[in-house]
């Protein structure tokens, strides 16, 4: 059961732009880290970015300098901003939250998160 709300994503043809969004109120806690993972069938789901209450960011190599991740001023909202779009994007993308105790050292690994969105898809064509 998904605790967090996603919005946002869909189709995008190669180099537009996507924005996500995600609803954290569910989450609750002021020392957090807050992420975007992506997975597509047949493979693990692999982090893309995430976020920590200190304001730092962390991305996979794979979407640094096109994808950004940030949250609003009330932290209400996690958003990912993915600009310059590739094919290879192409994934259901999920938000994830947890407590800065359980993630801190691990920003990008699945398996620390405890809250998590119902999941969105992006498609992107070449």
């Known amino acids: 059961q998904a605790q967090l709300v996603q919005s946002g994503g869909g189709s995008a043809q190669s180099a537009g732009s996507l924005r996500l969004s995600c609803a954290t109120a569910?989450?609750?806690?002021?020392?957090?880290?807050m992420a975007w993972f992506r997975q597509v069938p047949g493979k693990e789901r692999e982090g893309v970015a995430s976020?920590?209450?200190?304001?730092?960011?962390f991305y996979d190599d794979s979407v640094k300098g096109r994808f950004t991740i940030s949250v609003d001023n009330d932290k209400e909202f996690l958003f990912l901003q993915m600009n310059s779009l590739k094919p290879e994007d192409t994934a259901m993308y999920y938000c994830?939250?947890?407590?800065?105790?359980?993630?801190?050292?691990?920003?990008?690994?699945?398996?620390?998160?405890?809250?998590w969105g119902q999941g969105t898809q992006v498609t992107v064509s070449p």
């Open positions: 976020i920590n209450s200190d304001g730092n960011t």
């Open positions: 994830a939250a947890g407590r800065w105790f359980r993630v801190h050292g691990e920003p990008l690994s699945p398996s620390v998160y405890t809250h």
């Open positions: 569910a989450f609750g806690h002021p020392n957090y880290y």
